[in-house]
């Protein structure tokens, strides 16, 4: 069964530097999602992604953060500019586009930083 | 934007007990509620959900109740066993719009 997959699984970084996560989602799906979910608390929407384009931020989704669809298999998500908040576990999703609404998750990459 | 209340917050049931979870929802133009089940570091795992078009839906152990007039959803387990302890996400969306996410339950199942 395909699967949502998403590297690196762990990333370390510098407060103040650039990270870029990276997620295949499942091939043949047009909905894409990021979402955070800080050590022991809820998951957060981050941004939703169709046609080449955000169809839907949140508040936490600042300039500091940036989506891309780089080519026809990748989705990327940079922190342009990293603070020790944002420290967290960062999940993609992605979601088949006619009729359905399920929403499956990569495994996530645990961001931190120092 | 849509607000997710998820209760409670931590539920210790007996192996073979019944166990239920509750959200409400502040959107009624939510019209997806799906429930995610996450191990400890794992990805959240969607484990059955149901759409507003639909009361209630069941699958095998595992039960959602949607009650739009009210805004309210809940999880029912049944005959439980050790393997469904873990933390619970209720969620709500409009289709394929941003989903919010309960606090979560974190549902304990003691031998």
């Known amino acids: 069964e395909p699967e949502v997959t998403q590297t690196p699984s762990h990333q370390v970084t510098q407060m103040g530097q650039e990270v870029i996560l990276r997620c295949v989602p499942i091939?043949?799906?047009?909905?894409f999602y990021w979402y955070r979910q800080i050590l022991g608390q809820k998951v957060e929407f981050l941004v939703s992604?169709?046609?080449?384009?955000?169809?839907?931020k949140s508040e936490i989704f600042d300039d500091q953060f940036s989506v891309e669809r780089p080519d026809g298999s990748n989705f990327t998500l940079k922190i342009r500019s990293t603070k020790l908040e944002d420290s967290a576990m960062y999940f993609c999703?992605?979601?088949?586009?006619?009729?359905?609404?399920?929403?499956?998750f990569g495994p996530g990459t645990r961001l931190t930083v120092t | 934007g849509e607000n997710v209340e998820q209760h409670p917050s931590t539920l210790s049931v007996q192996e073979g007990d019944s166990a239920v979870i509750k959200c409400t929802y502040s959107?009624?133009?939510?019209?997806?509620f799906p429930w995610y089940k996450q191990e400890l570091g794992k990805r959240p795992q969607l484990i059955i959900d149901?759409?507003?078009?639909?009361g209630e839906k069941k699958d095998q152990r595992i039960a959602v109740t949607l009650n739009k007039t009210a805004k309210h959803f809940s999880l029912h387990i049944t005959e439980t066993q050790p393997e469904d302890s873990a933390v619970y996400f209720c969620?709500?969306?409009?289709?394929?719009?941003?989903?919010?996410f309960g606090a979560g339950t974190r549902l304990t199942v003691k031998p």
């Open positions: 999703a992605s979601v088949i586009q006619v009729g359905g609404y399920e929403q499956y």
């Open positions: 091939s043949n799906h047009l909905y």
């Open positions: 992604f169709y046609n080449n384009e955000i169809s839907e």
């Open positions: 959107d009624s133009a939510s019209n997806y």
């Open positions: 149901i759409r507003s078009n639909v």
């Open positions: 969620a709500a969306s409009r289709g394929n719009n941003d989903m919010r």
